[in-house]
């Protein structure tokens, strides 16, 4: 009985981190960014938005090279425009799904 609930406890705990985390990724949408991509330059200003789950940078302009939006992977430097407190580009991307970075190496 003990384990049955500790079990659940954990599961519970799991959901629940997993919700906000999905939370905060969703507050971050259409926020406003300024970024830097290797191989395309910038800095670009763009926004954030999900495709199928994953984080992707769409910007407001089409750069020199033609490109409209980049996944954020491909980011080398990301700072939020808004003025507040945002995470960084690192705890961005722990907190994408893991099929963003398979799509990515794959």
């Given at each position: 009985m003990?384990?049955r609930?500790?079990?659940?406890?954990?599961?519970?705990?799991?959901?629940?981190?997993d919700?906000?985390?999905?939370?905060?990724?969703?507050?971050?949408?259409?926020?406003?960014?300024?970024?830097?991509?290797?191989?395309?330059?910038?800095p670009?200003?763009?926004?954030l938005i999900?495709?199928?789950?994953?984080?992707y940078?769409?910007?407001?302009?089409?750069?020199?090279e033609?490109f409209?939006?980049v996944?954020?992977?491909?980011?080398?430097i990301?700072q939020?425009?808004?003025?507040?407190?945002?995470?960084?580009?690192?705890?961005?991307?722990?907190?994408?799904?893991?099929?963003?970075?398979?799509?990515?190496?794959?």
């Open positions: 003990r384990l609930l500790a079990v659940l406890v954990a599961a519970s705990s799991f959901l629940l981190t919700n906000l985390l999905a939370a905060d990724n969703t507050a971050l949408m259409n926020t406003p960014v300024r970024v830097q991509v290797p191989g395309v330059g910038g670009f200003l763009g926004k999900a495709v199928e789950g994953c984080l940078v769409q910007f407001d302009q089409k750069t020199p033609g409209i939006s996944r954020l992977d491909q980011v080398a990301l939020f425009t808004s003025g507040q407190a945002q995470p960084s580009l690192e705890a961005l991307l722990k907190l994408e799904p893991q099929k963003c970075s398979e799509e990515a190496n794959g």
